[in-house]
């Protein structure tokens, strides 16, 4: 049997998923909106400030009061930051302002208290003032009409910070994928438990997880099935109600237990073999409308063709920009498999990359310990010392 490329399995993998990036936006609460993507442009529905205000602790003149100093003014009144009445200022007078209080209508520059004495209800001001020093004029950040955000950002503290300011509720962004990870082995146990012989903790199922989460997705289910084929089809079933996509790890060999190829086969599902090293085994599906995709379940594998076939698409369902390659040097001579795109786990040092392991898919340490995967077309067999290769941040 002819093993399908990266680049087609990558193609069909895409075609399946195309509905998850067509799906209208949603509007949330401001306070969610942390770390979601904006679905269109949001503009300035007030001006900024609100009002004319003070910039400083101090007293609101009119400047052509105090172009002679020292000046004496009688004070007329305290304004404080909040809710009140709006003053009307008299030539020749001062009204004692705080930091961010209405300007009263007449005054046109702030004196800070640093410039000033008082005493008996008069103010001494020993340093004249400029129209307009210390005052913030309504609008003078922005207006409104003001594009304050382009769709497509990602809301940071500070993004929504500003659309507070605004006094926005809510805000219109992009769906985030949700999604069903199911693992899948009579031999998988929890973390914690005590394994007996030919049991090993089950690794995939929070790795997928955490994966799906790292590129802005939702995760709506982690659950963990035997070699029964009911009890998966159980499982798939529940995932099927509530998931955009559902990811299984494990089952989709060629051996006489593998249940995921067992039960989603008699249903329309292809499973056959990717030209790539780890995660040869791939399987599609679609069940109850919902796409399926089926990873092999060694953990490498696993986390491997998340990179290679899911990343790309659930950031892009998303919204979120696409994890660009990158080229760098070879610290040390490599060597391929002929015929098989090997992603080799690697980190980076001031050398260049360097591999951290052998190609083993159990070799789950070096995933943590790798930073890149060195991507090695099938048709090369041999690297050299400095050359430059495409790698994946992970």
Known sequence: MTARSVEDHARHVAALLAALHTRSAEDIPLGD??????????????????????????????????????????VRGVIAAGPVTPATHVPGTAYRIMTGAPIPDGADAVVPVEDTETADGEVRIVRTREAGEFVRERGSDVQTGTLLLAAGH?????HIAVLAA?????????????????????????????????EIFDSNGIALASSVRANGAEVVSITRSG?????????????????????????????????????????????????????????????????VLNFPGNPVSTLVSFEVFARPEIRRAGGLPPTEPEELPLAAAITSIPGKRQFLRARRTD????????????LVAAMAWADVLVDVPANLTTLDAGQLVKVIPL
């Open 154 to 158: 990602i809301l940071a503290a500070r």
């Open 351 to 362: 050398a260049g990359v360097e591999l951290v392991s052998g190609p083993g898919s159990h």
């Open 33 to 74: 909106a942390l770390g979601r993507v904006l679905a269109a442009d949001v503009h300035s529905p007030v001006d900024l400030p609100l009002f004319r205000n003070s910039q400083m602790d101090g007293y609101a003149v009119d400047a052509a009061s105090i172009t002679a100093v020292p000046a004496f003014l009688p």
């Open 227 to 291: 070699d029964d084929t009911a009890e998966f089809r159980t499982l798939l079933a529940e995932a099927t109600t509530t998931a955009d996509l559902v990811l299984t790890s494990g089952g989709v060999s060629m051996g006489d237990f593998e249940v995921v190829r067992d039960t989603l086969t008699p249903l329309g599902a292809e499973f056959g073999h990717v030209a790539m090293q780890p995660g040869g085994p791939q399987g599609t599906a679609v069940v109850d409308g919902v796409p």
């Open 166 to 198: 605004v006094g926005l509720q809510r805000v219109p962004v992009r769906p985030r994928p949700r999604v069903a990870v199911i693992t899948t082995g009579a031999e998988l146990v929890d973390a914690g438990s005590t394994p007996r012989p030919g």
